[in-house]
């Protein structure tokens, strides 16, 4: 079940650094978001370790790494404002029952319908919101004044110019953070470069005493073990009423963010993971998180590129990393408070980089501008609203680009046959997007008496089409003519016995499908 790496040294090595990596860059995105929600950090710490351990486990990608995330933050921030957080927990149980049965129905293969341009423009929209989130750090949204200040008070150095000084060192720091994060692969990969950077800027911060900001800033970690808590609040249809919206916007963000980033990580390990696998894994975590004081959680994209980049390719990466969470919570928090932000900047600031498809650029001009919209659109709409939105948008958009583009491939052809009916050759799928085209096309009162629609090379797709047959159909009826319908495809044929009475096309001679067939023809 576990589905660890072959028993190699090297392997379980990197997986347990990377996993250790994983959770020092965990601890301040918790924090964070459990702020947005609205909640304790201990909640988004608790989701962190109890959704990456499950799913690390029992989840369909092994390598990927999943906690509390800002998608479904946002959501919860009205439902504990409104409500309180013992609602969110009842939420957060109610989500991962609707996650399991999406992945018991096999709902996961529905990911195959998102369009690559979807895919780059939510990795691209994830990108610049992953960057967005880490210049709140810089007090450039919403804390301007912790920046602010000087070192070396009292000297001849405090002049105007060293009041920024702090903004000064914590860009510095963070430029240090990203160089050998950059550089330490191209000299050696015994230990992930990201873990070195963090240890460095770290042993520099507490050598030289330097005046900057570190995580215990932020709030304080410390904490114990999850205990099992039933949701305090009332079992009966009000309350079902209350979460039951919550829950399944959450569940929806929850496995949208999830299945697109299996799939991101599968295209670069070049592996495969399982989708509905990951749904029951994803609904069985936040259960259990639900019962144990946390907030729920989903893939995090920004920390799985930080494992699988620094070498975490198995599941004991993620359950090293969920494992590490829970040490600092419980026994080691006073040192990981001491971690600068600086450095966990820099490690985000380098997901960043690698994370956005800087290839975008070079293609947008190369694929059809269709394509090109939907890729910017979907990457804004990912930055001004969430990823759930911008994905269904996405996705609308696409079908709808397709149906109008297919729309013009429909083709009919006239002619007369040796017994001097009008014939209709038609060639493309008729479906609502092609139907005003199809009927535009034919001439009830200048056709002959006897006409015949030669379906050979067209396929029915829907209700519309299937409308406008029963549209022609009367109209040639009240114009006296005589109308066969040929080569109905069995889809066709199919629709038409499924319809029953929605559809009443008015040609008398199959009382089966109520259109002529070729014998009758």
Known sequence: ??????????????????????????????????????????????????????????????????????????????????????????????????????????????????????????????????????????GIAGEPGWLEGTFMQGSILDVAWLEDAQLYMLLGLVVLTMVIIHFLPRLTTTLPSSLVAILVVSLLVFGLDLDTRVVGDIASIKGGLPGFHIPSVPLNWETLAIIFPYSVILAAIGLIESLLTLRLVDEITESRGRGNKECIGQGVANTVTGFFGGMGGCAMIGQSMINVNSGGRGRLSGIAAALFLLLFILVASPLIEQIPLAALIGVMFIVVIGTFEWSSFRVIRKVPRTDAMVLMLVSAVTVATDLAVAVVVGVIVSALVFAWEHAKHIRIETRQDHKGSTVYAVTGPLFFGSVTSFLERFDPVQDKDDVVIDFARSRVADHSGLEAIDTLAERYLNAGKTLHLVHLSAECRKLLRKAGSLVEVNVIEDPRYFVADDALA
């Open 1 to 138: 079940m576990f589905e660890f790496h072959p028993s190699k040294v090297a392997t379980v090595k990197n997986d347990v650094l990377s996993g250790l990596t994983v959770a020092l860059a965990l601890v301040p995105e918790a924090v964070a978001f459990a702020f947005v929600a609205g909640v304790e950090p201990l909640v988004g710490l608790y989701a962190a370790f109890m959704v990456g351990l499950i799913t690390a486990c029992i989840g369909g990608r092994p390598g990927m790494i999943s906690g509390a995330t800002g998608a479904l933050a946002v959501v919860m921030v009205a439902l504990v404002a409104d409500h309180g957080v013992e609602y969110l927990f009842a939420a957060v149980v109610l989500m991962g029952i609707l996650q399991i049965t999406a992945g018991a129905m096999r709902l996961g293969k529905f990911i195959r319908m998102v369009p690559h341009p979807v895919m780059l423009g939510f990795v691209n929209g994830l990108a610049i919101v992953i960057f967005l989130a880490q210049l709140g750090q810089f």
